[in-house]
């Protein structure tokens, strides 16, 4: 299998599988308890909080441990959609005209589902309202908008490094406007980290969604970052794990994991992101010399080094992952969480693609476990395909039947 599908979820690293495997071995007592062995317990938990601290650049009583990065999303959004407003808060209300009770988000148009399913959910029982902020052609947000929402939200939240094409966006301008208007702000850093530096207590940011599986860590766990002096309304209450945040029996192997995963990541950061960047060059600049008309998305705009988008002009997506498939080579049409629907990528047509081109439009990614010799095969593959289905699409009118052995 060639897989170019990181940004779904990658592979987790051998060091992550032996650290949790230890864990699961050594380390099973329950680290809420007082004797000794669950101390054991307990401080493995904490050594992994400190190198998931370090990875993004915060003190390790910043990190909260939660099942993943959707579970940090709304516990953020839902403070600020359920929490109690202060009396700040309701005095914007009262000027920009939404009820007291009202929470007033700004984000982008090209934000993660996690973010604009807990928004939407806010707002069907009224106590949200969403200021989606456009983005341009490179998927970068226009700053303009985004202080005009600024004048009115009560909250702001957006995703630093896009999931589809990899596009980065402005955070410290965007962080900047926030606090001039004096709004809280939660930044959705899922795909930023361990695939660029993070600084998350340096970039003034208030809280931020973090997970596992997209560092070779494993699945079900991830963090969220609650700057000092910063307070959070659990989603899930019980016995008080987590400082109260976050109840429920700690997951000691899942956080291990993560640790491990992000241990890793920064000791291998800037070795890992030449790597990438080298075969993610290398994979578009073939593409680009072999095929015409394809363009890149995100291209003219700052992107993580692993993120390639691609439009292939006249091949449907749906076609072209059959073909690839046929090859065993993984990639994805839009965001993994939205398998199985058909509609145009959200992000795209934001971009300003029609939907033809979003349709015809596919996500490769990559990591450190990728070889040249994987890409290669999949440049081959993927020239191969599109002639095929152009062929195919200029001869006849009717439907593309790809039978797979
Ligand atoms: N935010 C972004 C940008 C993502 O790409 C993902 C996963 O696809 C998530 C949030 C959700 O993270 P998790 O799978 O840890 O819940």
């Not at 109840?247 to 899942?254: I, L």
Request: charged content about 20%; hydrophobic content about 35%; some cysteine.
């Amino acid at each position: 299998m060639i897989y170019l599908d990181n940004n779904a979820t990658a592979q987790p690293h051998p060091e992550v599988i032996e650290a949790v495997r230890e864990c699961l071995v050594n380390n099973w007592q329950n680290p809420s308890a007082h004797y000794a062995s669950a101390k054991a317990a307990h401080e493995v938990v904490e050594k992994a909080r400190e190198s998931v601290a370090a990875l993004v650049g915060a003190h390790p009583d910043e990190i909260v441990f939660t099942s993943g990065g959707t579970e940090a999303t709304n516990t953020v959004l839902n403070t600020w959609i359920h929490g109690r407003n202060d009396n700040q808060m309701q005095g914007r209300n009262e000027r920009n005209g939404y009820g007291s009770d009202c929470a007033v988000i700004a984000t982008l148009t090209t934000e993660h589902p996690a973010t604009l399913r807990t928004l939407e959910a806010g707002r069907q029982c009224g106590k949200c309202a969403t200021l989606h902020v456009e983005v341009d052609r490179r998927g970068l947000p226009l700053i303009d908008v985004w202080e005009e929402a600024l004048q009115d939200a009560t909250g702001a939240t957006f995703c630093m490094a896009n999931n589809e094409t990899g596009v980065i966006v402005p955070t410290e301008t965007l962080v900047n406007i926030c606090r001039r208007y004096e709004i809280p702000v939660h930044v959705d850093a899922v795909q930023a980290v361990g695939k660029m530096p993070l600084n998350l207590d340096g970039l003034g940011v208030d809280y931020a969604s973090l997970s596992s599986h997209k560092i070779h860590g494993p699945k079900g766990v991830g963090a969220m970052f609650v700057r000092r002096g910063m307070s959070i309304q659990p989603l899930i209450y019980g016995g008080g794990q987590e400082g109260g945040y976050r109840s429920g029996t700690t997951n000691v192997p899942g956080i291990v994991g993560f640790g491990a995963a992000a241990r890793i990541a920064l000791e291998h950061m800037q070795e890992r992101i030449a790597y990438v960047s080298y075969l993610r060059n290398k994979f578009e600049m073939e593409l680009l010399k072999h095929i015409p008309r394809i363009s890149i998305n995100g291209h003219d705009a700052p992107r993580l080094p692993n993120t390639s988008n691609i439009t292939f002009e006249g091949c449907p997506s749906e076609g072209m992952m059959l073909l690839l498939e046929i090859e065993d080579i993984c990639c994805s049409v839009a965001s993994a969480c939205k398998a199985g629907n058909h509609t145009p990528s959200s992000v795209l047509t934001a971009m300003g693609l029609d939907s033809a081109e979003a349709k015809s439009s596919l996500r490769f990614s990559f990591s450190s476990m990728n070889t040249e010799e994987e890409v290669d095969r999949a440049i081959e593959v993927i020239v191969c395909s599109v002639n095929s289905l152009r062929e195919v699409q200029s001869s006849h009118s009717g439907p593309v039947i790809v039978y797979k052995p």
